[in-house]
């Protein structure tokens, strides 16, 4: 793998993200999930061993292959893959949209377009989960690349939904690679009403 996301994937774990595993306990019975910026699929993994089935999306080749790859014979049969980028996709009425620390990689002027189609491709019942980046993280405002919202704007984008978790994490900390940070990160669940 030669992308600049390779040392992110090799080095952030493998393990599915809390965020991820407390919804998918939630659900009574597996069902449809679609997993955007799904890396080398830590969630998505987890997602394909409790029965689900999966529409993984993500904008670096290389890490849909290793998730194709990761997921065997049996994991790949419930397993649709998509290389592109979130805001260009499209995906079906589903019953879990996951995102885990990938929603602020959308440029700001597409993530409302994104959030629409993510709010729209969820009916009553079905549920969100990942992170949103605040106002206060250290990339804010960055280079317009990147997305971050401040906690009532959060809590806006959430009207249609009743709040399962909003966590926010405020504090210094280190990147996946090992620098110095202030992370400033809302952990979301969120079942739509
Ligand atoms: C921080 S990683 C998170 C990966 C994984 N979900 C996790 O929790 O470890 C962000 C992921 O989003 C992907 N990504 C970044 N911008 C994207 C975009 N606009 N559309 C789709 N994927 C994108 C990257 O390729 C990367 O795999």
Do not use: N
Not at 13 to 24: K, V, Y
Request: hydrophobic share 40%; proline share 5%; glycine share 10%.
């Amino acid at each position: 793998m030669t992308s600049a996301w390779a040392r992110y994937y090799a080095a952030s774990g493998e393990e599915p993200r809390q965020t991820l595993l407390d919804a998918a306990d939630r659900f009574d019975a597996p069902g449809h999930a679609v997993d955007l910026g799904c890396g080398t699929g830590r969630d998505t993994l987890e997602l394909l061993d409790r029965g689900w089935r999966v529409l993984a999306i993500d904008s670096e080749p290389d890490a849909i292959g290793a998730l194709r790859e990761r997921a065997g014979e049996d994991g790949r049969r419930r397993l649709a893959t998509e290389v592109a980028r979130m805001e260009d996709a499209i995906w079906p009425e589903t019953l879990l949209v996951t995102s885990s620390y990938a929603l602020p990689f959308c440029p700001p002027e597409r993530f409302g377009g994104l959030w629409e189609r993510i709010v729209g491709s969820l009916s009553s019942g079905a549920r969100f989960c990942g992170q949103f980046f605040g106002d206060h993280d250290d990339w804010a405002p960055g280079d317009g690349d990147m997305t971050f919202q401040t906690r009532s704007e959060v809590e806006r984008l959430l009207a249609a939904f009743v709040l399962e978790r909003l966590s926010e994490v405020d504090e210094d900390g280190l990147t996946a690679l090992g620098e110095p940070k202030h992370w400033h990160v809302l952990h979301v669940i969120a079942r739509k009403r």
